[in-house]
């Protein structure tokens, strides 16, 4: 990558509150992303050798962790206690809980198993807010459109047009439950909830509380799923393989409890899986706004079981993640800033996009700008300007009111966002592809559901600002009902991991190494190894899970 301008002389250059010149640019929105997205180009993507997408594209990094061999065998769990339940949830953010909640309303015994602690998830990281078409210029046709749209016309639409029917419902669940929203401010208009434009859409349909919308959220669903009876949580509890019965059924999983170092057969009628995405995988090298259990688990499990997945080789890098300090590298930037009015300058305080295009269009433009050199360099770290400056004068005391957290987010990377502008570079933020499922969130493997940002089919190949808080509690509904309702499904009596033995077979027939396993459960600089953890407390074997809660 050429060197970029240097931020002494950006900085110079740059004028809050000035009309900047807008560079000319005439390069097709193909061949702009072909160019410059990480998911295009010869090293992309390579194809699966195991497995039911065999010779599928798939991104290399990823596909490392797709055709690994399991973490445990039949020794690993030889007489570990045994728990059973109607619906095992894996996985404690918006979508699991969303599915819990209502697999519990229908009288269904729920264990949800959750990595870190109930609402560690990406959920809760979600500033912008969830779309809804609930205003009177707005329909879920509209709302229909823009999504299939924005993802380049690859997501299903039966799949779209459910979720876009569901978002005014949604709201009135969410508002039911006791979350806020942020509310128009003309007193004439009433008690409106205040809406926003996204980028890529063609209606203001955004819904907000202030731009910490997924940890208001993340709050009365954490308070909901506390409270109910019908619910048991097990926090620190990862899935590290699934059981399956004798026809091929997903029948449980195997469940770590990292805090007795012991692991535990969960045996259930239904599994939903809602482990969300893959950024803490850092694709090609890059940053990522991900929480930190973001490994893909839920992809590796599915897939190993016999799941079919699709587009693989599809990954939202959000255009405003923080490029300096490099040590904040990767953190995110609403996109709620930009809606709003916040600009984005190169090196030469030139604007070079519209800011609310599709996300995947921006992300690009920025990569443009710094592989061609307009970029700007400070102390190695390469990005862009977002004019926050001129934001607030514009709209003053918008930082101090509305974007609370990107005005934190400054704090942390010693600038004053009302005098001087973040530098901005994409960050790996949203898996766009995953587990094939229907209406439900049902897989082609009998018995288990998928949720959320490990699936694939609704977004297509982009995703849409707002659409992800939609989907996991629209899809974690469905999936929630669906099943509770499947009840007449006996608890499998002699569940394991028999497909882990045929797995290590394919594995070994297309040449694979058995030494790579997964899932990773951590990021790799956590240096966590399961072997070592268990080993270190064989005591605690056969103790009861009670108590995670």
């Not at 493997?445 to 959320?452: D, I, R, S, T």
């Not at 499998?492 to 694979?512: C, D, K, N």
């Amino acid at each position: 990558m050429p060197a970029g301008i240097p931020y002494e002389d950006a900085r110079r250059r740059y004028r809050p509150g000035a009309e900047h010149a807008v560079r000319s640019d005439d390069m097709p929105v193909d061949a702009l992303l072909k160019a410059y997205h990480p998911d295009h180009g010869p090293s992309a993507h390579v194809p699966l050798a195991v497995g039911v997408n065999r010779g599928e594209p798939c991104q290399p990094d990823l596909a490392r962790y797709l055709q690994a061999n399991a973490l445990i065998d039949d020794v690993d769990i030889a007489g570990a206690q045994l728990a059973t339940t109607d619906v095992l949830i894996i996985g404690g953010g918006g979508g699991g809980c969303a599915a819990a909640l209502t697999a519990a309303k229908q009288g269904a015994r729920v264990i949800l198993a959750t990595k870190l602690r109930l609402g560690d998830s990406n959920t809760v990281m979600a500033e912008g807010g969830i779309q809804a078409a609930i205003g009177d210029d707005d329909s879920p046709q509209l709302h229909f459109e823009d999504t299939l749209r924005a993802g380049h016309f690859c997501g299903e639409p039966e799949l779209v047009a459910q979720m876009v029917m569901d978002g005014p419902d949604v709201i009135r669940w969410l508002i039911r439950l006791g979350m806020m929203f942020d509310q128009e401010e003309d007193r004439l208009i009433g008690s409106n909830l205040l809406r926003k434009k996204p980028g890529g859409a063609s209606a203001a349909r955004i819904l907000s509380y202030r731009d910490y919308t997924g940890l208001e959220m993340m709050r009365v669903l954490r308070e909901a799923v506390d409270l109910d009876p019908g619910i048991d949580v097990w926090n620190r509890c990862p899935a590290v393989e699934l059981l399956s019965d004798e026809r091929g059924r997903c029948a449980g999983a195997v469940i770590y409890n990292l805090e007795w170092r012991t692991f535990v057969l969960v045996r259930a009628r239904a599994v939903i899986l809602a482990t969300g995405g893959a950024g803490r995988l850092h694709l090609n090298a890059f940053p990522t706004s991900n929480h930190y259990g973001a490994t893909a688990d839920g992809l590796v499990l599915a897939y190993r079981l016999g799941a079919r997945l699709r587009e693989l080789d599809s990954f939202q890098y959000h255009p405003t993640g923080i490029a300096y300090p490099s040590h904040l590298a990767g953190g995110l930037i609403s996109e709620a800033a930009r809606s709003a009015g916040a600009r984005l300058l190169n090196g030469e305080c030139e604007r070079f996009v519209d800011e609310l295009k599709p996300r995947d269009v921006v992300a690009s433009a920025i990569l443009r700008e710094c592989a061609e050199g307009r970029g700007i360099d400070r102390d190695g770290q390469v990005g862009v300007f977002l004019d926050t400056p001129t934001l607030e004068m514009q709209n003053p005391g918008i930082l101090a009111k509305r974007l609370v957290t990107l005005r934190h987010l400054a704090h942390k990377c010693g600038l004053d966002a009302a005098q001087e502008p973040f530098m901005v570079y994409p960050t790996l933020h949203y898996q766009n592809g995953g587990v094939a499922i229907g209406k439900d969130g049902a897989t082609c493997v009998p018995g288990l559901y998928c949720v959320g940002e490990v699936t694939g089919g609704i977004h297509g190949r982009n995703r849409l600002m707002g659409n992800a808080l939609l989907d996991i509690l629209s899809m974690g509904r469905h999936a929630g009902a669906s099943a509770a309702s499947a009840g007449g499904n006996a608890v499998a009596s002699r569940a394991g991991i028999g497909h882990v033995h045929a797995w290590q077979r394919e594995l070994t027939l297309a040449g694979l190494p058995l030494h790579v396993k997964a899932p990773l459960l951590f990021p790799g600089y956590a240096h966590f190894d399961l072997r070592v953890d268990a080993a270190r407390s064989p005591g605690a074997w056969g103790r009861a899970p009670g108590g995670t809660r």
